[in-house]
Structure formats: C-alpha cells, structure tokens
C-alpha cells in the first residue's frame, strides 16, 4: 500500500483525472491519504484516511510517506486554530488553514519530511477539546462565521455545509464522513423536543427526499450552517427559516448526536444500522 500526506496549504480533490472536472474536496495541509489507482504520471486517486473518500488529485502535489509513518501521524497532531496563518521553514513560509494538521507539534515546532517548522498561532489537540466539549464547540463553530459557500471547499475562503461540520467535530475527534448523505449515518436520533441539546446536527432534504444539507444547534432554537456563507438563521419544526427572505431554505428531515447527554460521557461515534425519519410534529414543538 502507498500511503502520501499533503505538504501544501491545500491540495484540490477532483471527480475525475483532469483539471476541469468537478470539485468534490479539498486535502489541508498535514491530512493523510492512500493512494489507490494512478493515471499515467501526472495522477493519483486517493483515499483520505479521516474521512473515506475518494477522488484524484495531482501526484506532483503530494508526498509520500511509509505506513508506519501514516498510523504515526494519524493520532500525533494538533489542529491549526486560526483561520490563517504561516508557518516557518528554514528558507520559505507559507499560510496553512484552519483545521490543518500539524505533526508531532510540542507547542511551537514540528518537523515533516527533515524540515523544521515554526507555528505561532493557536493550536490544540482533539484531546485537550474533549475535557470541554459543549463550551468550546460552540466558540469554535463560530470562528466560521461569513466564510463564503464553494461545494467541495474546506478553507476559510470557501467551504460546503458537510465540510463545516467534519471541521467541526473533527476537532473533538469525531470524524465524520466527506457529505452530509453519509453524515447522517451517524449517530442516535433525537426524537423528543425535551432531548435536543446544543452541538446536536440538524439534517435537510431537497424535494425529491435527499438528505442534501445539514447544520449545528445551538441554543436559543438557533442552528449554524452554511448557506450562501456561513450563518446562524432560526431552527424550528419545518426547517430553517431565513429572516431577510421571511422563508423557509430548508426542509428538516431529523436530527443526530454525536455528543454525550453529559459532558463526563466519552465522545463517541456511532454508526446507525437504519436511519429513521423524525417525526417533524414532536420536534422543536411548543
């Protein structure tokens, strides 16, 4: 198996082996991959190891690494907190985004690949978030606040509504997958008003019933998400309802958690063998 690591700021995933097909990603520095097919040697389809998700990339843009390698870094991290920022080499720096992954990181230094970098901006590691999960999720969803909407972006100059989300919750080491048709494969419905609590994940459909869209509560009967950009709009038992329009932009299907009820409980992720439809009635009823 052939394992790589992005050593850019950011590496476009694609649908298919060129240049004009579709966007449907985007590799941040540090994350790591498999690589599964090639096509000639200008690309690479890749599997990311966070995420599952396919899609072909340019080779000459990644580096590899060995396997032993991959399963090190994968757990030896700390996110990048600030929406840009640089970080220094010997002879060259250049921005990394929020979210991406620093390796081995002792606070102020890494090292990838025998170069030595320097990282002075905010950074902390899915562990040290857990011991605070429901006070600092909701600071952290914020920080996204006005990055523009771009379908198949994951950077503070555009991103997805899924990608939001996996930004999110991969920050507490929940990692969910790449769309939110697969997000809401995870998790245990919420069925009850009573039950709905903050850092819950709001699901939407389209006409036809596809799970196409999906949010973070918050209190107050509020939910974050992105839509044109990223905002905060009112959640109630339809859906997301859009003050400046006075309508609603979105039709609620159910609602997930990947939270403990109590903060003491172990963040976990859990698969559903079935998902079930919300009874819309209950929900967010008065």
Not at 160 to 187: M, Y
Not at 205 to 226: A, F, W
Request: with cysteine; charged share 25%; aromatic share 10%.
């Amino acid at each position: 198996m052939r394992f790589g690591i992005c050593p850019l700021s950011v590496i476009p995933v694609r649908s298919q082996a060129n240049h004009q097909s579709e966007l449907l990603s985007q590799l941040l520095f540090g994350e790591m991959v498999e690589v599964v097919d090639t096509k000639g040697k200008q690309w690479l389809k890749v599997r990311g190891l966070m995420d599952n998700h396919f899609g072909w990339i340019q080779s000459n843009q990644l580096q590899e690494i060995d396997e032993k390698s991959s399963k090190k870094l994968t757990t030896d991290f700390a996110f990048a907190l600030d929406l840009s920022q640089s970080i220094r080499g010997n002879n060259h720096h250049f921005q990394i985004p929020i979210g991406a992954r620093l390796p081995q990181f002792d606070g102020l230094r890494f090292s990838l690949f025998g170069q030595n970098y320097e990282y002075s901006g905010q950074a902390v590691s899915p562990q040290e978030l857990k011991r605070n999960v429901f006070e600092l999720l909701p600071k952290i969803a914020r920080k996204f606040l006005n990055i523009p909407e771009m379908k198949g972006g994951r950077t503070p100059f555009g991103l997805d509504t899924s990608a939001l989300i996996q930004h999110i919750f991969g920050f507490i080491g929940v990692n969910l997958p790449r769309t939110a048709d697969l997000q809401i494969e995870f998790g245990k419905n919420v069925d009850f008003v009573e039950q709905v609590q903050e850092g819950d994940l709001a699901y939407f459909q389209n006409r036809k019933g596809k799970v196409t869209h999906v949010g973070m509560i918050l209190s107050g009967e509020q939910i974050i998400h992105s839509f044109g950009r990223v905002r905060i709009d009112r959640l109630d038992h339809y859906g997301i309802f859009d003050e400046q329009t006075k309508k609603y932009s979105h039709k609620l299907r159910l609602v997930k958690r990947n939270l403990p009820l109590k903060p003491e409980e172990e963040v976990s992720q859990i698969p559903n063998e079935e998902v079930t439809v919300l009874d819309q009635k209950i929900l967010f009823e008065s």
